[in-house]
């Protein structure tokens, strides 16, 4: 899992994110706070409220969806790159 979000009302999602980015970016932006529900260290909550260009966003959601890929056994991994071909 890498994304969560209420599709019925989705002003926010949780993204996971690197440990230390994940507290740069809580400095940095007002819209981001640490995981709702979730472990504080590893994800954060976005407020997507149109502060945030969508750039900056997308970016943030491949890096989540990076981690999770990253962290997954190397045959599932093998697998969902060979999807992408």
């Known amino acids: 899992m890498f994304c969560l ?3 019925d009302r989705p002003n926010n999602i949780n993204l996971k994110c690197d ?3 994940a507290a ?10 640490p995981g709702y529900h979730m472990n504080k260290k590893h994800w954060n909550t ?16 491949d890096h ?3 981690i999770v890929v990253e962290g ?3 045959k599932v ?9």
């Open 5 to 7: 979000t209420n599709l």
């Open 19 to 21: 440990p230390e980015l």
């Open 24 to 33: 740069e970016f809580r400095e940095r932006y007002n819209e981001v706070t």
């Open 46 to 61: 976005i407020a997507l409220d149109g502060t945030l260009s969508d750039k900056v966003i997308l970016n943030w959601i």
């Open 64 to 66: 989540s969806y990076e």
């Open 72 to 74: 997954l056994p190397k």
């Open 77 to 85: 991994k093998g697998k969902i790159m060979n999807s992408k071909l």
